[in-house]
């Protein structure tokens, strides 16, 4: 096996299982990469012979819709962390372009559990009306900073059941120690990996950090792709926002996908945009791809995009924009399996 690194932001050293090889560089991708390269093509050794006999083929994948059935139909309490997960399944999957006949009866299925709790039947009831409607809702109604009555300070109860109520799981971990920390942060906090195959539950983790103790995160796919969230108390209501910066490709796939997610997307700012318009017409608009240098092409491609989902000053409200902000990463990256997280200084204020 021969690692290629392709990109400055896969970090060896994070990578338990790579950290005793020989990892060919590649990102630069110059005649003096391309002659390292081959040397360690040519030096490999042969591949081994196929066992005989060949091992059982593996079993036949089964549908996410019987994993979430079966998970749905169990006779065992689903805690508030197990249905909020559910609720962030079925989210990603109609974003990821299934069908509504697989996702509504789901829904259904899990609003007929005893144990529901009263906050995760009404972001199943977002997501209904998010699904008949077409398009992505612009927030979750739990979300809306209001006088907080009775009955909302009771929204963590389940609905009226003869079972007992499953028992309440924190939102926040202990910021030093605890199993549910990322085994690969750094030692002071400020950095760590994340999977975006499992990114909720980390989103929802910092964005809880970011409400209660003021931090930004940044969230770093390669060095000209970041995301970055914080809570903006100046806001009315008080939100917690979200921006990306990103460079994007000449057919635009990554803006369509903000886009499509209710992000608000701009191309880069008055300066890139006149800079690419002198380019472009120096350089004959179609052939401007093939002759801009790498700068002007990333000024060409540059994006921003924002947005911001209002919180009413706790963790209550953090389950829709963490699912929100977790499709985001994973629809703008979608062959990427890891990012780095990192904790940075707030923006001043304008």
């Not at 007929?112 to 009404?122: E, M, Y």
């Not at 539950?201 to 003021?214: F, N, P, S």
Request: charged residues 30%; hydrophobic residues 40%.
């Amino acid at each position: 096996m021969l690692p290629i690194r392709l990109s400055a932001a896969v970090r060896p050293e994070f990578l338990s299982s790579f950290h005793e090889l020989q990892v060919v560089d590649y990102f630069e991708q110059d005649v003096q990469t391309l002659k390292s390269l081959q040397r360690a093509i040519k030096k490999l050794s042969k591949a081994p012979p196929l066992p005989d006999p060949l091992p059982e083929p593996p079993a036949i994948p089964v549908s996410y819709v019987v994993n979430l059935s079966n998970l749905i139909d169990s006779d065992s309490e689903l805690n508030k962390d197990q249905q909020m997960k559910l609720v962030f399944e079925f989210r990603k999957h109609y974003h990821d372009g299934r069908p509504a006949n697989e996702i509504v009866p789901l829904v259904h299925k899990l609003k007929k559990r005893d144990d529901l709790l009263a906050k995760v039947q009404r972001d199943l009831d977002d997501l209904l009306d998010e699904i008949e409607r077409g398009r992505p809702a612009s927030s979750f109604r739990s979300t809306k900073a209001a006088p907080r009555s009775s009955a909302e300070t009771a929204r963590d109860q389940p609905a009226p059941s003869s079972r007992k109520a499953p028992a309440i799981v924190d939102d926040l971990p202990a910021r030093d120690g605890g199993d549910q920390v990322p085994a690969a942060e750094s030692q002071d906090g400020t950095e760590h990996q994340l999977k975006l195959d499992s990114a909720f539950d980390e989103c929802r983790r910092l964005m809880a950090r970011a409400l209660a103790q003021g931090e930004r995160w940044v969230f770093e796919i390669d060095p000209s792709n970041t995301f970055a969230i914080e809570f903006d108390a100046s806001a009315t209501p008080p939100a917690i926002v979200a921006k990306a910066d990103l460079r994007d490709h000449m057919s635009g796939a990554k803006k369509k996908a903000l886009v499509a997610l209710g992000w608000k997307v701009s191309n880069g700012t008055t300066v890139k945009a006149s800079v690419a318009a002198a380019a472009l017409y120096l350089t004959g608009g179609l052939a401007a791809a093939a002759l801009l240098s790498r700068g002007v092409r990333d000024v060409l491609m540059a994006i921003e995009g924002t947005r911001s989902w209002a919180v009413a000053g706790d963790r209550d409200g953090l389950t829709g924009p963490a699912a929100d902000f977790a499709v985001a990463l994973q629809r703008v990256a979608p062959d990427v399996k890891t990012i780095i997280v990192k904790r940075r200084p707030a923006e001043p204020e304008e």
